[in-house]
């Protein structure tokens, strides 16, 4: 997880942001384990935007399931804008 306190330090300072660091390949303590996008929109409420960063083929499959859900594309927020999302 990269940035992680800093972001935890956001969370605690803004009632209207959330942080939820989920790992998926390793379990630690204090951290939700599993798939990212299962547990984060299972999170997600409206109003909502939703920052994505990792793995390109775990950003394509949390966004995936966003669209899914019925979140409307332009609050998902990941490094797939700078990338072909096409494939």
Excluded: W
Excluded at 41 to 51: N, Q
Excluded at 54 to 61: I, K, T, Y
Excluded at 74 to 82: E, Q, W
């Amino acid at each position: 997880l990269y940035l992680d306190d800093h972001l935890k330090d956001i969370s605690l300072k803004n009632p209207n942001f959330s942080y939820i660091p989920v790992l998926s390949d390793e379990r630690q303590d204090g951290i939700e384990y599993g798939d990212v996008g299962d547990i984060a929109l299972a999170a997600v409420g409206a109003p909502h935007r939703i920052y994505i960063a990792g793995p390109v083929d775990m950003l394509r499959s949390v966004t995936d399931k966003a669209l899914r859900k019925g979140v409307a594309p332009d609050v998902i927020h990941s490094d797939l804008a700078d990338l072909d999302i096409s494939k």
